[in-house]
């Protein structure tokens, strides 16, 4: 991997690292942020901010109706079905624990396409799955000290 991989990579895992806590810290009691707004919010600001970069590199944006249907379904099963569902979740649950559950989806996503395509996943996929995995490992024990922490370190 290049450097520049690398950096990128970095920007990843502080971007999505920091979501969790971020998120809980803006739909607390008293933040002021009902949890489906705040995250919708997010996804305006997100789609402003790319449409305006697309203007300026003077890319044509002329979606097709397949486009806006893949758009539609997109914005109701991973915007409003999952980020929005979690962003509602921490009004309860502490971020360290909301960043867990997501952090499984991938193993929750294998077990089903290798249950619906009747295969099992490649070594490589189950080596990458470990890896990752395996960080979770290590971070989840310094993030929850116990069923009632108040700890938030994600």
């Not at 707004?37 to 044509?60: D, N, Q």
């Not at 915007?79 to 991938?106: I, M, Q, T, Y």
Request: charged share 15%; with cysteine.
């Amino acid at each position: 991997m290049t450097a520049r991989g690398l950096v990128h990579l970095l920007v990843v895992y502080v971007v999505w690292g920091s979501t969790y806590l971020a998120i809980r810290i803006a739909v607390r009691d008293g933040s002021g942020f009902p949890a489906f707004a705040m995250a919708g919010t997010r996804v305006f600001v997100a789609s402003l901010i790319l449409l305006t970069w697309g203007a300026l590199a003077r890319k044509p944006l002329r979606p097709t109706r397949n486009d806006i249907q893949m758009f539609a379904a997109s914005g109701l099963l991973l915007w409003l079905g999952g980020n929005g569902l979690v962003s509602w979740a921490e009004k309860r649950a502490e971020s360290a624990h909301a960043a867990l559950v997501v952090a499984s989806l991938p193993l929750w996503t294998t077990t089903l396409e290798s249950f619906l395509d009747r295969r099992p996943p490649t070594l490589r996929l189950l080596g990458a799955l470990a890896i990752g995995m395996s960080g979770v490992a290590v971070i989840a024990p310094l993030c929850i000290t116990s069923p009632t922490s108040t700890t938030d370190c994600m």
